[in-house]
Nanobody, 128 residues
Framework: QVQLVESGGGLVQAGNSLRLSCVCS????????MGWFRQAPGKEREFVAA????????YYADSVRGRFSISRDNAKNMLNLQMNSLKPEDTANYYC?????????????????????WGQGTQVTVSS
């Protein structure tokens, strides 16, 4: 059974930074593509960033590219999201997710439907 636990959320002022972490239980973390998603009240869950199983390739939503950075440490079963220059529109509940599907090349999915395991989420609130 795979369990994901996020941490690092909080309340910050616009322009500041936060670092989210996600710890994965189980020995198969290194074989999963991993992603971060977020969901604001009244909105659908949206893609934020994703990373291949080996960490060689990462992908970002246009709204966060250049401000957010996704990384992973397979030795520690940990996924991170460094969020800089935060904006009020970044306010949401942030979820990490694991995709156990095997893909060719460096493909990772941006669709939440493709992800198999989810954490409970951590709230990020950015004040103006």
């Amino acid at each position: 059974q795979v369990q994901l636990v996020e941490s690092g959320g909080g309340l910050v002022q616009a322009g500041n930074s936060l670092r989210l972490s996600c710890v994965c239980s189980g020995r198969t973390f290194s074989s999963y593509a991993m992603g971060w998603f977020r969901q604001a009240p009244g909105k659908e869950r949206e893609f934020v960033a994703a990373i291949t199983w080996n960490g060689d390739n990462s992908y970002y939503a246009d709204s966060v590219r250049g401000r957010f950075s996704i990384s992973r440490d397979n030795a520690k079963n940990m996924l991170n999201l460094q969020m800089n220059s935060l904006k009020p529109e970044d306010t949401a509940n942030y979820y990490c997710a694991a995709d156990k599907h095997l893909y060719a090349g460096n493909y990772v999915s941006r669709s939440p439907v493709q992800y198999d395991y989810w954490g409970q989420g951590t709230q990020v609130t950015v004040s103006s």
